[in-house]
């Protein structure tokens, strides 16, 4: 007979708990590597936040002012986010023109590189290897990264930016010039999305501390505020105003608690085993000296603190990027403190079984994605009404059509509803612009949702479309509004394909 023991103590058997996770995170990341590839291919836009930011590469490229402290005149558009982003991107606009496969591809490797790091950091905490791998491979199966990842948007840059100095500061030989260069890449961070000036920083003055180096986190937050006070100022002046104005002014959106309670209650319907997994670590600590516990714990303090702000309307669920970061990092952590046997196959288990809990949403999220990159062929019809368009084209949802044309965005809906909404901007002019029939095209999502129209489109703006358009066709939930009057009619039939 063979021996119970013997059988329990097989090479196999001690290995299948990491073999069956591997293959269920295997999984998930094939998943996210299929709709990154089909993503970077698709030529238009996947998200509304994407149309403004390649606008805002063209305006670099182009030498035209981000951030203006007059929105009384048109443009009617606001730049919420330093220029660190844009600017990387002007070089490749100059190469390759307006497309948005170059910034995917950048969030794609910044997402990486990001769980490159974080596993890098576990690693210098744990001495384990493995602890390492499962941290970084984890943060990438987390629905929130995988979705975001794709996309021409600033988060995965910032995230990489800012765990690049956490990274280069617990490695660092221990002299005073050790935070020298995180303190950079901690103010490089902010400049590409200034809420990353919370948790890594935070993490880095809290690990010093912890080692007993208080004279080193001065001089990392003493550089951190000389840097980015420099930057801020140097903006603020080359922009009379316009930076601090766009960036906070125009940015600070009405914040509700009701929706910051409703997103939380999705994080815990969501991660319910991942944030056990997580408060388990925090309790427990690494393997290792007091300080690498507290490294991580202020880090997942400073990720709540800034996904906190998922409260304010407009946001979406980049605001979780730096907490799924952390939910990686403490994954790992814990990983390396079970030892083989039951605690080990434990924790493999619900690691497995959280995975597994993430698929739906997963799905749910790539299909907006799937959705769109399935309907190219009425995207390129709709983009040829663009292209035909004699002149400044106004549109929502497709905004990001615009500038893919070479078009400059003449009024983002949202950003400019949202200020009117708070009496910093006054729709009347281009109510009025809109009321004399100045634009052949008005692209508009969804127009039978209130609601949303409502957010996007001041009242004023509303009333003069209803008075001087008419829908002249429909491609998937965009209706095709032309000028009302002579001449109309023969147009509107011209785009009947589109019904």
Not at 52 to 62: E, G, Y
Not at 142 to 169: H, K
Not at 198 to 216: E, I, N, S, Y
Not at 293 to 305: E, R, S
């Amino acid at each position: 007979m063979t021996d119970p023991a013997a059988w329990h103590d097989s090479p196999w058997i001690r290995r299948l708990p990491t073999m069956l996770l591997a293959l269920v995170l295997a999984a998930a990341l094939a998943r996210w590597g299929w709709l990154a590839a089909r993503a970077i291919g698709f030529p238009y836009p996947l998200d509304y936040g994407e149309g403004p930011l390649l606008d805002q590469v063209a305006r670099i490229v182009h030498d035209q002012p981000l951030y203006r402290a007059d929105l009384s005149t048109p443009p009617y558009t606001v730049a919420n986010y330093p220029p660190l982003y844009p600017a990387a991107l002007a070089a490749f606009y100059r190469a390759f023109g307006p497309a948005y496969w170059y910034g995917r591809v950048l969030s794609w490797i910044s997402t990486l590189v990001a769980a490159v790091l974080l596993g890098a950091i576990v690693h210098r905490a744990t001495r384990n290897r493995p602890a390492a791998t499962v941290a970084g491979a984890v943060f990438l199966a987390i629905p929130y990264v995988a979705y975001w990842s794709v996309l021409f948007r600033i988060d995965a840059l910032a995230l990489a930016v800012s765990l690049g100095g956490l990274w280069l500061l617990v490695r660092g030989a221990g002299t005073g010039r050790s935070v020298l260069a995180p303190a950079v890449l901690f103010v490089a961070a902010v400049f590409v999305r200034q809420s990353y000036g919370v948790a890594a920083p935070l993490a880095a003055f809290a690990w010093l501390l912890a080692r007993g180096r208080r004279r080193d986190a001065g001089l990392l937050a003493g550089t951190c505020v000389a840097l980015g006070g420099l930057g801020l100022l140097g903006l603020e002046v080359g922009t009379r105003g316009g930076f601090t104005h766009n960036i906070i002014t125009a940015n600070v959106n009405a914040y509700s608690l009701a929706r910051l309670g409703e997103q939380v209650r999705d994080l815990v319907g969501l991660s319910p085993f991942l944030l056990g997994v997580a408060l388990l670590a925090l309790w427990k600590g690494p393997r290792g000296e007091r300080d690498e516990k507290v490294l991580l714990a202020a880090y997942f303090a400073g990720a709540v603190l800034s996904g906190a702000t998922i409260g304010k309307i407009g946001s979406n669920v980049n605001y979780f990027m730096e907490l799924s970061a952390a939910l990686g990092g403490l994954t790992g952590i814990l990983y390396a403190g079970t030892r083989r046997g039951v605690s080990r196959w434990g924790l493999f288990a619900v690691l497995a079984a959280q995975i597994l809990l993430f698929a739906p949403r997963t799905e749910e999220y790539f299909a907006r994605s799937e959705t769109r990159i399935a309907h190219r062929d009425a995207l390129d019809g709709l983009m040829a009404s663009v292209h035909e368009a004699d002149g400044v084209v106004l549109a929502d949802s497709d905004l990001g059509l615009l500038p893919l044309d070479g078009r400059s965005v003449y009024f983002q809906p949202f950003e400019m509803t949202q200020l009117a909404a708070r009496g910093l901007w006054d729709p009347e002019p281009l109510a009025r612009e809109v009321l004399e029939q100045h634009f052949p095209l008005v692209l508009m999502f969804a127009p039978e949702d209130k609601e949303l129209l409502r957010e996007r489109w001041p009242v004023p703006v509303l009333k003069a479309l209803s008075a001087s358009y008419a829908p002249a066709g429909r491609v998937g939930a965009t209706v095709l509004f032309l000028p009302r009057g002579e001449g109309a009619s023969q147009r509107i039939r011209s785009h009947d394909k589109f019904n």
